[in-house]
Nanobody, 114 residues
Framework: QVQLVESGGGLVQPGGSLRLSCVAS????????MGWYRRAPGKERELVAH???????YYADSVKGRFTISRDNPKTMANLQMNSLKPEDTAVYYC????????WGQGTLVTVSS
C-alpha cells in the first residue's frame, strides 16, 4: 500500500525556520516530480514547491526565496527547508507527487505565531 508520511512540523515564531521531511514508497514514486502542498485554515490546498527527479525546482511566489525543496532519490524523501517563516505560512503541509496524485498522508502541522 502506498504511504506518504510527513514530519517536522511544529510551532515556531515569525522569522524562524523548520525543516519538513517526507518518506514515500519507492516503488510508487519512481521518476515522478515530488511536491509540497499546504492547506491553510479556511483555504484550498495549494502547491508551494515541487522538484523534478533531476532536481529542477519550482516555487510559488508566496514562498520564493524563503523555502527550499530537495529530494534524496535513493531514499525517496522530499524535504522542505522553510526559513523566514510568516504567520501566513501556518497550514498543514503535505507531500505528494505532481500530476497524478497518490493517496494523501496525514500531513504535518506548521504553526507560525508569537
Amino acid at each position: 500500500q502506498v504511504q506518504l508520511v510527513e514530519s517536522g512540523g511544529g510551532l515556531v515564531q515569525p522569522g524562524g525556520s523548520l525543516r519538513l521531511s517526507c518518506v514515500a514508497s519507492r516503488s510508487v514514486i519512481g521518476f515522478a516530480d515530488m511536491g509540497w502542498y499546504r492547506r491553510a485554515p479556511g483555504k484550498e490546498r495549494e502547491l508551494v514547491a515541487h522538484i523534478s527527479y533531476g532536481g529542477s525546482a519550482y516555487y510559488a511566489d508566496s514562498v520564493k526565496g524563503r523555502f527550499t525543496i530537495s529530494r534524496d532519490n535513493p531514499k525517496t524523501m522530499a524535504n522542505l527547508q522553510m526559513n523566514s517563516l510568516k504567520p501566513e505560512d501556518t497550514a498543514v503541509y503535505y507531500c505528494n507527487t505532481v500530476g497524478t496524485l497518490l493517496p494523501w498522508g496525514q500531513g504535518t502541522l506548521v504553526t507560525v505565531s508569537s
